[in-house]
Nanobody, 126 residues
Framework: QVQLVESGGGLVQAGGSLRLSCAAS????????MGWFRQAPGKERVFVAA????????YYLSSVKGRFTISRDNAKNTVYLQMNSLKPEDTAVYYC???????????????????WGQGTQVTVSS
């Protein structure tokens, strides 16, 4: 069983920054891709960013590209999401997810992820 614990959410003004962290345990972290998703009230959970097992390949939602950066530290079993130039529309619960299988590429669909964290709230005020 894999456990994922997110942290780093909070309230920030538009234009500000936050860094989310996701600590993983229970599986060989360095072998699997990791992703971040978000869910705003009344909306579906959507893909935000993902990173492959080695950190050499990343993929982003178009609206966050250039503002958000996903990274990982395999020695610490942790994946990060650095969020800069935050906008009110970034407000959501952010979830960390772990890939369901070993692969070379970067999964972007929710169904490709087998394990999810409990989520951390990010609120951006205007």
């Amino acid at each position: 069983q894999v456990q994922l614990v997110e942290s780093g959410g909070g309230l920030v003004q538009a234009g500000g920054s936050l860094r989310l962290s996701c600590a993983a345990s229970g599986r060989t972290f360095s072998s699997y891709a990791m992703g971040w998703f978000r869910q705003a009230p009344g909306k579906e959970r959507v893909f935000v960013a993902a990173i492959n097992w080695s950190g050499s390949n990343t993929y982003y939602l178009s609206s966050v590209k250039g503002r958000f950066t996903i990274s990982r530290d395999n020695a610490k079993n942790t994946v990060y999401l650095q969020m800069n130039s935050l906008k009110p529309e970034d407000t959501a619960v952010y979830y960390c997810a772990a890939d369901s299988m070993l692969r070379v590429g970067v999964p972007i669909g929710p169904s490709e992820y087998a394990y999810w964290g409990q989520g951390t709230q990010v609120t951006v005020s205007s």
